[in-house]
Structures are given as structure tokens and as C-alpha cells.
């Protein structure tokens, strides 16, 4: 056999070798990539679940200390309060004004991640529009001295959801 022949031979062997492992990393890649996306898209599920956790919790922290009011003024008006009555009321208006507050606090981490596309866009408005809708409306609700006027608000990515969810002049 001549050097030329063998030399053929070898090219040969060379690309049917290369073709194989280059086929091969192709297949590793295409796995990784889908147990990257299969690890992204468990991330995100979390993410979702605690952003879940986060709302409820606040929401339910709110509502406990709206029933504590509730509880001291027994339907009585401020001024049929006894002053003890009074001052323990002032101490429940002052958490609940805090959990309020970290209940607006749990919706703008979750409408910034929303904003960042950290989360599942379509899922997040199938969940929260009307719940994000009812923290706008009424504008005179427990919630209005956070959020109005939106100039001063600090509830900037909140403001932002709503806007983009409730413009129907601009809305695509």
C-alpha cells in the first residue's frame, strides 16, 4: 500500500471519528440544555411559591390586626371609646399600619420580579390582576395613603403592573 492510500484511509477514519464525537457532544449539549431549563424553570417555581408565601403571609398579619381593632371598638365610635380603649386601639392601628405596609411591600418584590422576568409572566397577571386591581380601587381603601397620590408613592413597580395592566387605552 502506498503512503498516499494509507493517508486516505486515515482522513477517513479521522472524519468518521470527529463526525461521531462531534454528534456526540451535540446530544450531551442538548441534554444539559434541557436539565438547565428543566433547573430554571423548578427556580422559578419557587420563586413563584415564595412570593405566594410572602403575600399571604403579610396579608394575614394585616388582617389580624384589623380584627384586633375590630375587637376593641365593637362598633362603638371614637368617642364612646374608654381611654384604655383608646390607647390600645392606637397600638393596633400602629401594626396594622406596619402590616399594611409589608403587605404593599410583598406585592412590589413581587411585581419587580414580574418587571425583571424573573417569574412566569402570563401566570403572575392570571394571578394577581385582580388582586393588584383591589389594592388600587377604591382609591379612598386602607391602602390609598401608600399608594396615592403615584408621584410620591413608593410602591414604584406596583404602580408600574397596575398602569401597564389597567391602561386600556395603551394596553396592546
Not at 484511509?9 to 450531551?28: P, Q, T
Not at 393596633?92 to 412590589?108: F, G, M, P, V
Request: include cysteine; proline fraction near 3%; charge should be neutral.
Amino acid at each position: 500500500m502506498s503512503v498516499e492510500v494509507v493517508s486516505a484511509i486515515i482522513a477517513v477514519l479521522s472524519a468518521i471519528v470527529s463526525a461521531y464525537f462531534a454528534n456526540e457532544a451535540r446530544k450531551s449539549d442538548t441534554q444539559a440544555n434541557g436539565h438547565a431549563k428543566k433547573a430554571n424553570d423548578i427556580a422559578v417555581g419557587q420563586a413563584e411559591n415564595e412570593l405566594r408565601r410572602d403575600i399571604t403571609a403579610a396579608r394575614i398579619r394585616y388582617e389580624d390586626a384589623s380584627a384586633a381593632a375590630e375587637e376593641v371598638v365593637q362598633g362603638r365610635t371614637p368617642d364612646k371609646l374608654t381611654e384604655a380603649d383608646k390607647l390600645k386601639l392606637r397600638q393596633i392601628q400602629t401594626r396594622q399600619k406596619s402590616a399594611c405596609e409589608d403587605y404593599l411591600n410583598a406585592y412590589e418584590n413581587a411585581c419587580t420580579k414580574y418587571i425583571d422576568g424573573k417569574i412566569d409572566r402570563d401566570r403572575f397577571e392570571k394571578s394577581y390582576a385582580s388582586e393588584i386591581r383591589n389594592l388600587f380601587e377604591p382609591p379612598t381603601n386602607a391602602f390609598a395613603p401608600f399608594l396615592h397620590p403615584e408621584g410620591v408613592s413608593r410602591f414604584k413597580a406596583l404602580w408600574k403592573v397596575y398602569r401597564s395592566w389597567n391602561d386600556l387605552e395603551n394596553r396592546p
